[in-house]
């Protein structure tokens, strides 16, 4: 088995220098970083990881919990937001360490703080759909270093929040059809106590109460499934007068809401959040773009900004953006 003794003599450094990189320090100049850690992976070195948190009570992981709604684990938003954590992670010597639960409740009472408190990871990076999800404040309550979405924690605590402003996603979803002449405009969104749902839905609501249009009767709620939100869709469309436009709000209910359109034979819009197969239509449909491998590397950057310095990084809000069936970006205020 390769050693670091043997990265080291082929790189023609110290071992200690070998250490130094592989552990993600910065006294160590970038050309030599490079240099050992190409030779590392040519090498195919292993590092002990259990040795090393044993000595040094560092195990160099984070912890990854994705606590999901039934549905939600087939969402590609997963695909991209792991693997933007796991490239940030790994830039700084870190390794991912996943926790996934799927049920009713996201996830039950799994003790979010247990990689940690066994030693097996230094701090924990949480998606959860919950609203008030109280796993999470006893994370905040017990000083575990971890990252989370829109949180409003305690002075002092050990908590990061990073996250996707989807309060103005709704705002500018809501815009864009406007824009686009719609008056009437449905709204399928995630189950009620999901945080993302929620927040969508209030900026939604909000632009189009300023607009004078009632959306209260055009907002459906369910699982994330292609059946419920085709079901959904088919049920706005029933009404009378029937939505010109729907939003949906994650790639996993968009195809849904195509379907019941293509079945009404009605000439309605569905803007829906981006995915690779929607890039596919034709004709091309109007999407939401998430920044979701960017929302991996910033959770991960900032729980190691964390767990380096001690103190949380100021909160970040990553921004969507809307890109029309010809491939521009929707600016605010734009009439279409």
Same mark, same amino acid.
């Given at each position: 088995?390769?050693?670091?003794?043997?990265?080291?003599?082929?790189?023609?450094?110290?071992?200690?220098?070998?250490?130094?990189?592989?552990?993600?320090?910065?006294?160590?100049?970038?050309?030599?970083?490079?240099?050992?850690?190409?030779?590392?992976?040519?090498?195919?070195?292993?590092?002990?990881?259990?040795?090393?948190?044993?000595?040094?009570?560092?195990?160099?992981?984070?912890?990854?919990?994705?606590?999901?709604?039934?549905?939600?684990?087939?969402?590609?938003?997963?695909?991209?937001?792991?693997?933007?954590?796991?490239?940030?992670?790994?830039?700084?010597?870190?390794?991912?360490?996943?926790?996934?639960?799927?049920?009713?409740?996201?996830?039950?009472?799994?003790?979010?703080?247990?990689?940690?408190?066994?030693?097996?990871?230094?701090?924990?990076?949480?998606?959860?759909?919950?609203?008030?999800?109280?796993?999470?404040?006893?994370?905040?309550?017990?000083?575990?270093?971890?990252?989370?979405?829109?949180?409003?924690?305690?002075?002092?605590?050990?908590?990061?929040?990073?996250?996707?402003?989807?309060?103005?996603?709704?705002? *500018?979803? /809501?815009?864009?059809?406007? $824009? %686009?002449?719609? =008056? @009437?405009?449905? &709204?399928?969104?995630?189950? +009620?106590?999901?945080?993302?749902?929620?927040?969508?839905?209030?900026?939604?609501?909000?632009?189009? *109460?300023? /607009?004078?249009?009632?959306? $209260? %009767?055009?907002? =459906? @709620?369910?699982? &994330?499934?292609?059946?419920? +939100?085709?079901?959904?869709?088919?049920?706005?469309?029933?009404?009378?007068?029937?939505?010109?436009?729907?939003?949906?709000?994650?790639?996993?209910?968009?195809?849904?809401?195509?379907?019941?359109?293509?079945?009404?034979?009605?000439?309605?819009?569905?803007?829906?959040?981006?995915?690779?197969?929607?890039?596919?239509?034709?004709?091309?449909?109007?999407?939401?773009?998430?920044?979701?491998?960017?929302?991996?590397?910033?959770?991960?950057?900032?729980?190691?900004?964390?767990?380096?310095?001690?103190t949380p990084p100021p909160p970040t809000m990553l921004q969507t953006h809307i890109i029309d069936e010809r491939g521009k970006i929707f600016k605010e205020g734009a009439t279409l």
């Open positions: 088995m390769v050693g670091m003794r043997d990265v080291a003599r082929e790189a023609g450094v110290h071992q200690s220098t070998v250490s130094r990189v592989l552990n993600g320090s910065d006294l160590v100049n970038m050309r030599t970083a490079r240099r050992v850690r190409a030779i590392a992976e040519r090498l195919e070195f292993v590092p002990n990881t259990i040795g090393r948190a044993l000595r040094t009570r560092v195990a160099r992981t984070l912890a990854v919990h994705a606590a999901l709604v039934p549905g939600q684990a087939a969402d590609p938003f997963f695909t991209f937001f792991l693997k933007g954590l796991g490239t940030a992670a790994a830039d700084h010597g870190y390794a991912i360490l996943l926790h996934y639960t799927e049920g009713q409740r996201g996830g039950g009472d799994t003790d979010l703080a247990s990689p940690v408190r066994s030693g097996h990871a230094d701090g924990v990076v949480v998606l959860s759909p919950r609203l008030n999800d109280p796993r999470i404040r006893r994370l905040v309550e017990e000083q575990i270093p971890c990252v989370l979405g829109r949180f409003d924690g305690p002075m002092g605590s050990r908590a990061a929040c990073v996250d996707i402003d989807n309060e103005a996603t709704g705002r *500018r979803a /809501a815009q864009f059809c406007l $824009a %686009r002449g719609h =008056r @009437r405009i449905g &709204l399928i969104a995630e189950p +009620a106590d999901w945080e993302t749902g929620i927040h969508v839905t209030t900026g939604f609501r909000a632009v189009l *109460r300023g /607009a004078g249009c009632d959306s $209260a %009767r055009l907002i =459906r @709620r369910g699982p &994330l499934t292609f059946n419920a +939100a085709r079901a959904a869709a088919l049920g706005l469309l029933g009404q009378r007068p029937a939505p010109t436009a729907i939003v949906t709000t994650t790639p996993l209910l968009v195809f849904g809401a195509l379907e019941a359109v293509r079945q009404s034979g009605r000439p309605v819009m569905v803007l829906g959040v981006d995915s690779p197969l929607l890039t596919c239509l034709h004709p091309a449909a109007p999407r939401i773009v998430a920044p979701v491998e960017e929302l991996g590397r910033a959770m991960a950057s900032a729980l190691i900004a964390l767990l380096r310095s001690g």
